[in-house]
């Protein structure tokens, strides 16, 4: 073999052999795709009929635009003899027409230099067989008649009205005007920007709907979506006018291809975002958001002073809602709480402060807390508002320590201070009647907990039994776990047994599991008008439905 010094790349004559798997052959693509060349020469309308028979669908697509000039670069894949505008304007690939590859097809076109006729049978389109070019004496413009599969009943007509629906030109289908629509449509505002129309919206993203328009094709691309913490989410759609080199990847265009064209507009995107966001009343960005914003607009303003109110976090929350967000007041500080113990321990502890709200701190020196709000750390106004953790409590005997007492899952001290520390270790101390710890076998079990109620607390049982559930209570949903309703039921009771014991003694914790038990599983089996009378012991029991007593209700 002789060594070659030099060559070029070309493209192989048994690449036409290949040709019928460019494109994958739906009414999708086609249209498409004749749609874009109607338009290109330069058609104001186009007429697509289709006539149903049993084993084929018969469609012809007619456009009155310029015609095709010469039949070799209709067929010549990747040539055209599209206009150097146009070519500068959109890079046509020269390929669409291929579309209908494989398929019977019958073109007739006249342009300003002749007309002519051709069928292109299927296997003509790798190249295997001579087409006859014939005169033709039609209108101006382009016919392409097709022969496809049967299809259902309206689908063919979604495809040609999702073809058509955001052309700029009219497109009819059996004689009847399809809709267009402005593919910008209910955008929150539209800003024009280097060729490109930007739709900016508020609240209605979504990765399955199209965001790009490209003269009528439309492509799903990944544009910048901004998200404000827990309020407005921003996408963009972007309509194509006039960009050059915006190009799509060939054959299908199904997606655009990677270049500096493709970073630009991604950064319009963002900063027409930034400036739609900046004319809002107020805004809730990230900081990074915000520092990126500031990148594109001089002077933009922080995110509102506003944080959601403190709530406490409960053991049965898998989720939960996070609370309004309200303007911050003086005295304003962050509270991070750890889990449900914490949470449920300093909410009684502000209650009891304030007689019921569960935000705010009463008292000489009153305080509003809030939740953290991470994604705002970097925020002068955030960092500044002291961010609190509990970090321990005090228990105070009046008369010492109780043997045994520090050990116990149950303390009864005579006072009872919460310790919080803020992120400049100061010191913030809660006198309140209850604090309730997570003991390592705590988890599921309200005789585990350790609780500490002072001896003067206000508290009763059911008051109590609340705190224990929301500090404790976390139902499984395991596959073979009880309902939630039987869970929680079955929690409730032990709870209540627990709080009784601790407020009551045994024997009213006693008392308080059997009421409970009575109540859901016997009472029921009593007859409206009787009264159970009962006696039971380890050795004897005695039940008697009497008669409900004549008199006054007791």
Known sequence: MTMITKLRARVSPHAISKVTRIFNGTLDDIFNELFQ???????????????????????????????????????????????DECRTREDPAGMGFFSLAGLDTVVSSRSGGGAFSLAIAGDAWTGEADIDVLPWDGAPGTTIAFRFDPQPDGKLERCVEAAARFLSLAVSYNGKDLARADFLADAHKVIEREGFRIGVFRDRYSPHIATLNFHGVTLKQAFPVVKEVHHTQWSVQVDVIDAPDLVLVLPARKEIYRNAALDRLVALCREAIFSVIREEPFHRLSFDNWLEAN?????????????????????????????RFADLEPGSAIYDDTDSFDAVTFGRALRRSNGGEMHRLGGPEPRAFYEPITNFIGYPWYDALPAFVRTGERYTFDGGIPAGEAEAVTLRPDAITIELTDQHDRRLDLETDFAILEDADSWGDPDCARIALTRTTALGPDDLTDLIIDAVFSPSDDSDADSYDTQETRFRHDAAVRAHAILEGEDAAILAGIRMAFADRVAWRIPHGRTLRLSWSSAASDLSPDPVPEGPAQ
């Open 295 to 323: 990148l594109y607009h001089d002077d933009f303003p922080q995110a509102a002073r506003q944080l959601p109110l403190w709530y406490p976090t409960l053991a049965r929350d898998s989720y939960r809602e996070v609370p």
């Open 37 to 83: 060349n109607a338009r290109r020469a330069g058609a104001t309308s186009i007429t697509v009929t289709a006539e149903h028979l049993a084993d084929a669908c018969l469609i012809t697509v007619g456009d009155d635009g310029g015609g095709i000039a010469d039949p070799v670069d209709l067929l010549s894949l990747g040539q055209s003899d599209w206009s």
